[in-house]
């Protein structure tokens, strides 16, 4: 006869090996999501401080770039003649910088040189500004216009202008454009400031901007007059051409000698291999040392 106190033993000691084996399974599977949650927060802590960084990086480039925004958008020519600089105004200027591992790749623009869409609208119709766009932007394959502007001629309200390149520009699948693609699309065109500079526009903005709002004909006397003495200022460029009263008029309130409005593109790469960043903050002048800073970022 076997004994019972022999099998009650044997069952607690089966118990015991079999809770203990289960508390170990337990212990395990804590230990291991402790560890993910570990891993996960310390993988987020990380990407703050490089976010973090990231910024501040940015912030510095930004402040660095708007307060030497004379010297870094004027170029070095000099005069034949007189050998002093002439100060002569420049579209577009670049430059990297290396700053915790990251690289800094800054196009500098000067908004005043470009077409802004929304003087176009003022003086134009939807046909009219599509032609603009098709144009002066620099657009890519896949890339479309689909700012829905009405049919008939629109001399929008202040609300409804143009203020984010999402207004503007989409890809066909409707999904807004990659940043990039952004930055090379619209170096000719703008969405702030509406002046035109005289000393840093190319022929072509020159000549759309003066189209728009005198015709074809005027346009191209004042773009030949531009060619014929490239130092004159505004008064005395319009001075030597044949202009109505209303042209005249016309034409100063959209042209100037200075810029108003600066632009700012900075993409941020990682050697540890992260996506790129980009941000875009245009300065936007409005007058009397009146600006506003307009800032996306992707």
Same mark, same amino acid.
């Given at each position: 006869?076997?004994?019972?106190?022999?099998?009650?033993?044997?069952?607690?000691?089966?118990?015991?090996?079999?809770?203990?084996?289960?508390?170990?399974?337990?212990?395990?599977?804590?230990?291991?999501?402790?560890?993910?949650?570990?891993?996960?927060?310390?993988?987020?802590?990380?990407?703050?401080?490089?976010?973090?960084?990231?910024?501040?990086?940015?912030?510095?480039?930004?402040?660095?770039?708007?307060?030497?925004?004379?010297?870094?958008?004027?170029?070095?020519?000099?005069?034949?003649?007189?050998?002093?600089?002439?100060?002569?105004?420049?579209?577009?200027?670049?430059?990297?910088?290396?700053?915790?591992?990251?690289?800094?790749?800054?196009?500098?623009?000067?908004?005043?040189?470009?077409?802004?869409?929304?003087?176009?609208?003022?003086?134009?119709?939807?046909?009219?500004?599509?032609?603009?766009?098709?144009?002066?932007?620099?657009?890519?394959?896949?890339?479309?216009?689909?700012?829905?502007?009405?049919?008939?001629?629109?001399?929008?309200?202040?609300?409804?202008?143009?203020?984010?390149?999402?207004?503007?520009?989409?890809?066909?699948?409707?999904?807004?454009?990659?940043?990039?693609?952004?930055?090379?699309?619209?170096?000719?065109?703008?969405?702030?400031?509406?002046?035109?500079?005289?000393? =840093?526009?190319?022929?072509? !903005?020159?000549?759309? &901007?003066? %189209?728009?709002?005198?015709? #074809? /004909? *005027?346009?191209?006397?004042?773009?030949?007059?531009?060619?014929?003495?490239?130092?004159?200022?505004?008064?005395?460029?319009?001075?030597?051409?044949?202009?109505?009263?209303?042209?005249?008029?016309?034409?100063?309130?959209?042209?100037?000698?200075?810029?108003?409005?600066? =632009?700012?593109?900075?993409? !941020?790469?990682?050697? &540890?291999? %992260?996506?790129?960043?980009? #941000? /875009? *903050?245009?300065?936007?002048?409005?007058?009397?040392?009146?600006?506003?800073?307009?800032?996306?970022?992707?």
């Amino acid at each position: 006869m076997k004994s019972l106190k022999g099998d009650r033993s044997r069952r607690r000691s089966g118990f015991a090996l079999v809770s203990t084996l289960l508390l170990i399974a337990i212990t395990g599977v804590l230990l291991v999501s402790y560890s993910r949650i570990s891993v996960q927060r310390s993988i987020h802590v990380i990407r703050q401080a490089q976010d973090t960084r990231t910024r501040w990086a940015t912030a510095s480039c930004q402040r660095l770039v708007f307060e030497n925004l004379d010297e870094l958008l004027t170029d070095g020519t000099v005069d034949q003649i007189t050998n002093k600089p002439l100060r002569k105004r420049r579209a577009v200027a670049t430059a990297t910088i290396e700053l915790n591992q990251e690289l800094l790749t800054m196009l500098i623009a000067d908004e005043s040189a470009k077409l802004d869409l929304n003087l176009v609208i003022e003086y134009s119709d939807a046909r009219e500004t599509r032609q603009c766009i098709d144009k002066l932007s620099n657009r890519e394959s896949g890339i479309t216009d689909l700012y829905p502007l009405p049919p008939d001629k629109r001399r929008g309200p202040k609300d409804q202008a143009l203020e984010t390149w999402d207004q503007v520009f989409r890809n066909l699948d409707g999904q807004p454009v990659a940043p990039d693609l952004l930055m090379n699309s619209t170096s000719r065109l703008s969405c702030w400031g509406k002046r035109i500079c005289l000393g =840093s526009a190319s022929d072509n !903005v020159l000549e759309e &901007a003066c %189209r728009v709002i005198v015709g #074809s /004909l *005027t346009a191209s006397q004042v773009v030949s007059a531009r060619r014929n003495f490239p130092n004159a200022n505004l008064k005395d460029l319009l001075a030597g051409v044949s202009l109505t009263d209303q042209k005249r008029t016309a034409l100063n309130s959209i042209l100037g000698n200075n810029s108003v409005s600066q =632009s700012l593109w900075i993409s !941020v790469h990682s050697s &540890a291999g %992260r996506r790129t960043r980009y #941000s /875009l *903050t245009v300065r936007e002048g409005f007058g009397d040392g009146i600006h506003r800073l307009n800032c996306f970022a992707w």
